[in-house]
């Protein structure tokens, strides 16, 4: 059987924790920060999970994560 294919754009951004969950980067945490709320911005440091509704199609792009 052939080996199936990893999709690098979804490697690049989801990486996955010991338990089985999918962890990414928020977005807007670049730049225009000036606009932005302490209380946004500190939010936006911190790693977001993949939500079990999305998990599935995430396990299809990384087969092998």
Same mark, same amino acid.
């Given at each position: 059987?052939?080996?199936?294919?990893?999709?690098?754009?979804?490697?690049?951004?989801?990486? $996955?924790?010991? &338990?089985?969950? =999918?962890? =990414?980067?928020?977005?807007?945490? $670049? #730049?225009?920060?000036?606009?932005?709320? &302490?209380?946004?911005?500190?939010? @936006?440091?911190?790693?977001?999970?993949?939500?079990?509704?999305? @998990?599935? #199609?995430?396990?299809?792009? @990384?087969? =092998?994560?």
């Amino acid at each position: 059987m052939p080996k199936i294919k990893t999709n690098k754009a979804a490697q690049k951004r989801f990486k $996955r924790t010991k &338990s089985g969950k =999918y962890k =990414y980067t928020k977005a807007f945490g $670049r #730049h225009l920060l000036t606009s932005k709320t &302490s209380k946004r911005r500190r939010k @936006l440091r911190r790693p977001g999970l993949i939500d079990a509704t999305n @998990l599935k #199609h995430v396990r299809i792009l @990384l087969p =092998y994560s």
